[in-house]
């Protein structure tokens, strides 16, 4: 997209009280490094009051690579562009096993938690994911947790653990099946009880579908991912729940599982 699409579709937007854009994408071959600074700039000039999440570690250790910065460095220009926090995609299985099979060209697991602890000392929190239920083992899905357990024990960065539930359709993994409902709330439920130094557990409904995340109220989730407005990757891999609920619709939900809803910001602080 062009800096003038992402800057139209904030624009479309602006009546609405939106309080994040979130921004991620893949390592793109040609795109020069000015011109994420420019992107991050173009949505700050447009909407000064919005917080900006954006790039997945991976994209992180891509920008330094092309720009011949190190990795504080080019947070820092980041951050002076308009970055206010980095979302937690791309940490897949940490398992090297798993990386070598299914994404051998892609930042390995140590490197993810560097990047991620990197920015933290930075002052950036982040957030971390698991990409759960297609090659990968029970064990490897432990020590995936207990790495994040170590790391947020040495920087505290991390706001918030998201389990993403493998979608195989147009994937090299197609033969395999979706996750159920039960390995869905038993991934939540470990994660809660293992993360103890995370402060939320998030039930993204997107990949959970609604009814399996509002379950996962009661399973150790503390936050219904909110009202996406745009999501592509998980419905190109096959997801067919909705882009987007009421923010009723969501109120609905929470409140049928016993529970308060209550509006926060990208830092989790109320709204």
Same mark, same amino acid.
Request: net charge negative; aromatic share 6%; proline share 5%.
């Given at each position: %997209? ?17 309080? #994040? ?8 071959? =040609? ?6 600074? =420019? %992107?991050? $700039?173009?949505? $700050? ?9 954006? +790039?997945?570690?991976? /994209? ?39 990386? #070598? ?8 697991? $140590? =490197? ?8 933290? @000392?930075?002052? *950036? ?24 357990? /170590? ?6 960065? +991390? ?38 130094? +995370? ?7 997107? %990949?959970?579908?609604? $009814? ?6 009661? +399973?150790?989730? =503390?936050? *219904? ?19 987007? %609920?009421?923010?009723?619709?969501? /109120?609905?939900?929470? @409140? ?10 990208? *830092?989790?602080?109320?709204?």
């Amino acid at each position: %997209m062009s800096i003038e699409e992402i800057v139209s579709k904030i624009r479309e937007r602006r009546a609405e009280p939106v309080t #994040e854009v979130h921004i991620v994408g893949g390592l793109h071959p =040609d795109l020069p490094y000015q011109y994420y600074i =420019d %992107m991050l $700039k173009a949505v $700050k000039a447009e909407r000064p009051d919005i917080h900006i999440q954006a +790039f997945t570690c991976v /994209e992180i250790a891509h920008l330094a690579a092309i720009s011949g910065r190190s990795i504080t460095e080019t947070l820092e220009d980041l951050i002076q562009a308009g970055l206010g926090s980095i979302p937690g995609g791309g940490a897949e299985v940490f398992s090297t096993r798993i990386r #070598e099979k299914l994404c051998p060209s892609k930042l390995s697991g $140590k =490197d993810w938690l560097e990047v991620s602890k990197t920015a933290h @000392r930075a002052g *950036l929190r982040t957030n971390a994911t698991m990409l759960y239920g297609h090659i990968e083992t029970i064990p490897e899905r432990i020590e995936h947790l207990l790495a994040l357990r /170590e790391a947020q024990d040495e920087t505290g960065g +991390f706001l918030c653990y998201i389990p993403l539930a493998f979608h195989p359709r147009n994937t090299k993994l197609e033969h395999l099946s979706s996750t159920g409902g039960v390995d869905d709330l038993k991934n939540i439920a470990v994660s809660r009880l293992l993360l103890d130094n +995370f402060p939320h557990i998030k039930a993204y409904w997107v %990949m959970l579908g609604p $009814k399996v995340a509002q379950i996962s109220l009661s +399973f150790g989730a =503390d936050d *219904l991912d909110g009202t996406v407005l745009e999501e592509k990757i998980t419905h190109m891999a096959g997801a067919d729940t909705s882009q987007a %609920m009421t923010r009723s619709e969501i /109120e609905h939900l929470i @409140r049928q599982a016993g529970r308060k809803p209550v509006e926060r910001n990208t *830092l989790y602080e109320p709204v």
